[in-house]
């Protein structure tokens, strides 16, 4: 423990310590896990409308994205659409006449872990949207509302409280995910923390500041949300 205290200069901000290194990691986790959220949201939005008013091959294909996406592993999906995804698309640039390209890490990192998030966003989202009363729904449809119209007034809204507590769930799996693209070798939080332990083997005290970052993150996106929660539910009973 004396020397957890000794090397406590490793997270300086000057000359020597890690400090400016691990906020940059720590930026580079909030950059990927709020872009991967946001595509998981998207193709949640339009998995979940898809399984419940698309045709019936759109429904089977919706169906086995979700299954797949939920049953594989994080990791060696992350693996299999980072190396086989970028080697589809190189291929095909290819086969057209175009040069491959190098594909950012960045958005790799949020394309994959997008791809992830919105299979477990669909059925949070189906979920809610089931849950909102039918009556809200025909009601719109007897005053002509149209069906964009349906889903941004009355459905979207409905729903929220429902989804909510699923999606922040979301919120913080998607920033622990992050952690996995140093498997290829992003630079994020994780990886810096484990550089910064390799180099100066202090690995006790670099991986309890992570955690302590990590915490911050969760403390944080718990009061959003459960003010996010609060706003959605104006007007409703208190729940006991």
């Known amino acids: 423990m004396s020397d957890l205290f000794a ?7 000057s000359d020597g310590g890690w400090g400016w290194n691990l906020l ?4 580079s986790t909030l950059q990927i896990a709020l872009g991967a959220y946001a595509l ?10 898809g399984k419940l ?5 759109t429904r089977w294909l919706l169906e086995i ?9 994080e990791l060696v999906l992350i693996l299999l659409l980072y190396y086989a995804g970028t080697a589809a698309i190189n291929h095909m640039l290819e086969s ?10 960045l958005v790799a990192g949020i394309a994959v872990l997008g791809i992830v998030q919105g299979a477990y966003a669909t059925e949070v989202i189906r979920g809610a949207m089931l849950a909102v009363p039918l009556g809200q729904i025909e009601a719109a449809q007897a005053f002509g509302m149209s069906r ?3 889903l941004r007034r009355i459905t979207i809204p409905a729903m929220l409280p429902f989804a909510l507590p699923g999606l922040s769930n979301l919120w913080l799996i998607v920033t622990k995910d992050t952690a996995l693209l140093a498997v290829v070798g992003f630079s994020e939080l994780a990886l810096v923390t484990r550089q910064a332990a390799g180099s100066t083997r202090s690995y006790l005290m670099f991986f309890l500041a992570a955690a302590c970052l990590y915490l911050c993150i969760t403390l944080i996106s718990n009061q959003l949300f459960r003010y996010l929660e609060k706003r959605s ?6 729940l006991v």
Request: hydrophobic residues 40%; positive net charge.
């Open 65 to 73: 994205y979700t299954t797949l996406i939920r049953a594989v592993p």
């Open 24 to 27: 940059r990691g720590l930026a």
């Open 40 to 49: 998981g949201m998207f193709i949640g939005l339009f998995g979940a409308l």
């Open 7 to 13: 090397n406590l200069h490793y997270l300086s901000f």
């Open 96 to 105: 057209m006449g175009f040069r491959p390209i190098d594909i950012s890490g």
């Open 148 to 150: 964009w119209k349906i």
């Open 53 to 57: 008013n698309g045709s019936t091959p």
């Open 233 to 238: 539910r104006r007007g409703q009973p208190e």
